[in-house]
C-alpha cells in the first residue's frame, strides 16, 4: 500500500485522476453574433413601427430570436471541451454547463491511440459529430486528439490538450483492467 503523502501515489496508474481540456476561442465570435441576432429580434418587437402588418413583424421577431438562440447556445457549448480520465471512466463534458456529457466505461475500451492532427473538417464541423465510417467525435479545435477503438469496432475521438498523456494512463488502465501492469514513467 502507498503512502498518501507520496508524490507517486498522485500519478500512480491505479488511482490518478488526469484531466485535459481543449479550448477555441473563435467560437466566441459566432456567439457575439447569436447575440446580436437575439438583440435585434427584441428591438424588432420593442421599437418597430411595421405598417406591413402583424405577421411580418411577429416572423421577423421570432425568428431572429430563434436564430440568436440557436448560435448562442450551438457555439457557447462547444467552446471548450474538458476530460476526464479516472480510473473507470473517461468522461467528455462540453461547454459551460457540461453538456453534451459523454461518460465512456474503460471496460468497453480495447485501445487508445493519439492523433496529431485532428481537423474540424475530417468531420464536417465543430461540435459533437457523428460520421458512419469514422465513428463520433467531439471536436472544439484543429490540433492533437485522443481516438479510442471500442470492444464493436466503434470510435470515439476528442481534441484535448496533452492527447499524449491521456493515451498513456488509458492505456495503462487498459492492462490493468486486463490483470496487467501499468507501464514504467
Not at 431572429?64 to 473517461?90: E, N, Q, S
Amino acid at each position: 500500500m502507498r503512502d498518501p503523502s507520496d508524490p507517486r501515489a498522485a500519478t500512480a496508474p491505479d488511482t490518478a485522476v488526469w484531466t485535459g481540456r481543449a479550448t477555441n476561442r473563435g467560437q466566441w465570435l459566432l456567439a457575439a453574433a447569436g447575440a446580436a441576432c437575439m438583440a435585434l429580434g427584441v428591438e424588432l418587437a420593442v421599437d418597430s413601427e411595421w405598417t406591413s402588418g402583424l405577421a411580418p413583424l411577429l416572423m421577423s421577431v421570432i425568428g431572429c430570436v430563434a436564430a440568436g438562440l440557436l448560435m448562442l447556445y450551438g457555439t457557447l457549448a462547444f467552446v471548450h471541451v474538458a476530460v476526464k480520465v479516472d480510473r473507470d471512466v473517461l468522461e467528455v463534458r462540453c461547454g459551460h454547463i457540461g453538456l453534451p456529457r459523454r461518460s465512456i466505461p474503460l471496460n468497453l475500451v480495447v485501445g487508445a491511440e493519439f492523433a496529431p492532427r485532428v481537423t474540424p473538417r475530417q468531420w464536417g464541423g465543430w461540435g459533437y459529430r457523428w460520421r458512419p465510417e469514422k465513428g463520433t467525435a467531439v471536436v472544439v479545435r484543429r490540433g492533437e486528439g485522443l481516438v479510442l477503438t471500442m470492444g464493436d469496432g466503434r470510435s470515439f475521438t476528442v481534441t484535448v490538450d496533452d492527447a499524449e498523456a491521456a493515451v498513456r494512463i488509458i492505456r495503462d488502465r487498459l492492462r490493468l483492467l486486463a490483470g496487467g501492469k501499468p507501464a514504467k514513467a
